[in-house]
C-alpha cells in the first residue's frame, strides 16, 4: 500500500492551493486521514484529521482557512487551502490508518512542498 500526495507548488500570500492524497494498493478500509507538515528546523505538526464520518479537527493556526476533505470512493483525501501566510511554508505529508495484511497500522505519503512566499 501506499500513499501518494500531490498539489504543492509556490504561492503568493493571500493565494490558495489544494493538495491531493491517493492511497493505493490493496486496502481494505481505511479510518483516520490526515494532513502533517514540516517547516524547516521544527518538528512535524498535525495540520488536519478527518474520520472516514467526516468528523474533522485543525491546527488552531489554520482554523477558517484550510478544509480537509475526504472521496472514500476514491480513498483520498484533499486539503484546500486558502489565504496563505509564509509561515505555511512547510513540506505537507499526507497520512492514514489503513487495514492491510491483517491488520490496521498507519502509514505516510511521500511529502509535498508548499512555499508562500513574495
Known amino acids: 500500500v501506499q500513499l501518494q500526495a500531490s498539489g504543492g507548488g509556490l504561492v503568493q500570500p493571500g493565494e490558495s492551493l489544494r493538495l491531493s492524497c491517493a492511497a493505493s494498493?490493496?486496502?481494505?478500509?481505511?479510518?483516520?486521514m490526515g494532513w502533517y507538515r514540516q517547516a524547516p528546523g521544527k518538528e512535524r505538526e498535525l495540520v488536519a484529521t478527518i474520520t472516514n464520518g467526516g468528523s474533522t479537527n485543525y491546527a488552531d493556526s489554520v482554523k477558517g482557512r484550510f478544509t480537509i476533505s475526504r472521496h472514500n470512493a476514491k480513498n483520498t483525501v484533499y486539503l484546500q487551502m486558502n489565504t496563505l501566510k509564509p509561515e505555511d511554508t512547510a513540506v505537507y505529508y499526507c497520512?492514514?490508518?489503513?487495514?492491510?495484511?491483517?491488520?490496521?497500522?498507519?502509514?505516510w505519503g511521500q511529502g509535498t512542498q508548499v512555499t508562500v512566499s513574495s
Open positions: 494498493g490493496s486496502i481494505f478500509s481505511i479510518n483516520d
Open positions: 497520512n492514514a490508518e489503513m487495514y492491510y495484511s491483517g491488520k490496521f497500522a498507519y502509514y
